[in-house]
């Protein structure tokens, strides 16, 4: 049984900070790449970060590049977002997500249809 479960969220007010964790059991935790995505209300599911396997790649969508940081710690099984500069637009459903990868292609790891396993989501509220 493939379990991740996420924590850390919860309500802040904007250009305030949050550190979003990702525990894996069941699985070979050093083979998948893990992402994060979200969903706001009324919104599709969208990429957020990601990191590879071994850690050696990470990517970010535009929207947070520079104030989000994704990190993986393979001996503890966990995978965290720090989400400084939080702003009103960054309220949403965060998922932990993993897959395995062939190459670092975005085409795969920004789409959520890609992941193969989910968190059951931490809400992050931003307010202005």
């Known amino acids: 049984q493939v379990t991740l479960v996420e924590s850390g969220g919860g309500l802040v007010q904007a250009g305030g900070s949050l550190r979003l964790s990702c525990a894996a059991s069941g699985l070979f935790f050093s083979r998948y790449t893990v992402g994060w995505l979200r969903q706001a209300p009324g919104k599709e599911r969208e990429f957020v970060a990601v990191?590879?396997?071994?850690?050696?790649?990470?990517d970010y969508a535009d929207s947070v590049k520079g104030r989000f940081t994704i990190s993986r710690d393979s001996a503890r099984k966990t995978v965290s977002l720090q989400m400084n500069s939080l702003k009103p637009e960054d309220t949403a459903v965060y998922y932990c997500?993993?897959?395995?990868?062939?190459?670092?292609?975005?085409?795969?790891?920004?789409?959520?249809?890609?992941?193969?396993?989910w968190g059951q989501g931490t809400q992050v509220f931003v307010s202005s």
């Open positions: 997500s993993a897959a395995q990868f062939t190459g670092f292609n975005s085409a795969h790891y920004t789409s959520p249809s890609a992941y193969d396993y």
């Open positions: 990191i590879t396997s071994n850690g050696g790649n990470t």
